[in-house]
């Protein structure tokens, strides 16, 4: 079933079914060192997303995450191969293109790991960047109404813009 793309109001318990969430992650991979942080337009308080909630997780390997398969299974999350994204272990909870939650193996402090905090916290430090974003998320909703991987694409180029502006401003510039 194909989910439409619609993007609700900032829901303010998003950020506490995210550390429930993360509670659970971390008690059936206990054995495994993971930093665990709350990504997505879920994460910023304030905007409006898709009612997903975005999870990100580190590890030192990438490869460990070969070994939380069957443990995330438990909790009902299924691992979705990605060929096209080497650097990323991906787990979905949910039905296909309508989940609830994803979630995202990094390799601790990589650039991906990096870029995802940087959009992160500029949303969350800059009210009219993440006002324009919410408006951008609005419009290419309404483009894209049953298109999920367009609605994704289309964003891209604003996401970029950001990472690199976060970065600047990091660096100084």
């Known amino acids: ?3 439409t793309v619609k993007i609700e109001d900032y829901n303010p318990n998003w950020g506490s079914e995210f550390q429930q ?3 659970r992650i971390m008690e059936v991979l206990k054995n ?10 879920t994460s910023v308080i304030g905007l409006g997303a898709k009612p997903i909630l975005d999870i990100m997780a580190g590890v030192r390997h990438l490869d460990e995450a070969d070994t939380f398969i069957e443990p995330l299974k438990s909790i009902g999350y299924e691992f979705v191969p990605h060929q096209e994204f080497p650097e990323r272990r991906f787990f979905r909870k949910g039905q296909w293109r309508a989940g609830t939650h994803h979630l995202n193996i990094y ?3 990589s650039e991906q790991w990096k870029n995802h905090l ?3 916290d500029y949303l969350r430090n800059h009210p009219d960047v993440r006002k324009q974003y919410q408006q ?7 483009m894209h109404p049953a298109d999920i991987v367009g609605y ?4 891209a180029p604003f996401i970029q813009n950001v990472i690199k502006l976060a970065k600047n401003e990091v660096n100084g510039r």
């Open 152 to 155: 994704t694409k289309a964003k």
């Open 32 to 41: 495994s060192p993971l930093c665990v942080e709350h990504i997505g337009s």
């Open 118 to 120: 940087s959009f992160r």
């Open 107 to 109: 390799r601790f402090g």
């Open 136 to 142: 951008l998320k609005f419009s290419l909703a309404q």
């Open 21 to 23: 969430e993360k509670a």
């Open 1 to 3: 079933m194909e989910k």
